[in-house]
C-alpha cells in the first residue's frame, strides 16, 4: 500500500510539473477582451489583453480593418484600438495576439447594426433611475453651488422686514388694548 501512495504521488508531482510548460507553448494563461463586447461592422473597438510579458503586441484578425498595435497600459494590460471591417459580416471571429514570447488568442463577435449588444456586466454611468427630486443633484456639483453673499444680503434683509413688521403690529395691538 506505501508503494502505490508513493507511485501516486510522485505521478501527480511529473503531472504537475510539466502542466505549467505546456501551458505556456499553448500561448498562456491570456485574455483578450474587447469593447464594446459585440460591435457591428465599421464600429471603433478597443483591446485589452493580459498574459502577454512583452511591453507591446499587435493584434490580428480577418475582422478588423487594420492590425491592432496594443502597448503597455497602466494596469500591467496591453490596450489599444482598431476598427471593425464594414464589409464584416455577423458571426464569431479568431483575434490572436502576437506577444514578445507568446500568443494569446480570443474571439470577438461581430452583430448586426442596430441590434442591441449584451448588457455590461456592470451598470455604466449614468444609471437610469427616474426622475426623483434629488436628479437635478446627480449632474450638479453641490459643493461648488449654494447660497452666496447675494443669497446671505437678500435674507438678512428679509429678516429685517420681518422683524420690524412684528414690532409694529405688535405695538399697534398694544395701544389698540389701553
Do not use: N
Not at 459585440?38 to 490580428?60: E, H, K, N, Q
Request: aromatic share 2%.
Amino acid at each position: 500500500m506505501g508503494s502505490l501512495r508513493l507511485t501516486l504521488c510522485a505521478g501527480l508531482l511529473g503531472a504537475c510539473a510539466l502542466t505549467p510548460a505546456a501551458h505556456a507553448a499553448d500561448g498562456g494563461g491570456g485574455t483578450v477582451s474587447v469593447t464594446p463586447s459585440s460591435p457591428a461592422a465599421g464600429a471603433d473597438i478597443g483591446l485589452r489583453v493580459t498574459g502577454c510579458t512583452g511591453r507591446t503586441a499587435t493584434a490580428v484578425s480577418t475582422a478588423f480593418v487594420a492590425d491592432a498595435r496594443l502597448a503597455d497600459a497602466a494596469d500591467g494590460t496591453l490596450a489599444g484600438e482598431t476598427r471593425v471591417r464594414s464589409s464584416a459580416g455577423p458571426g464569431t471571429y479568431d483575434v490572436r495576439v502576437h506577444c514578445a514570447e507568446a500568443e494569446v488568442k480570443g474571439t470577438i463577435t461581430v452583430v448586426v447594426r442596430g441590434t442591441r449588444p449584451s448588457p455590461p456586466a456592470s451598470p455604466v454611468a449614468p444609471v437610469d433611475a427616474g426622475a426623483g427630486g434629488t436628479a437635478h443633484f446627480a449632474t450638479v456639483d453641490t459643493r461648488t453651488t449654494g447660497p452666496g453673499t447675494a443669497h446671505a444680503v437678500t435674507g438678512l434683509i428679509l429678516a429685517g422686514v420681518a422683524a420690524t413688521t412684528v414690532a409694529v403690529l405688535g405695538a399697534r395691538r398694544r395701544r389698540e388694548t389701553e
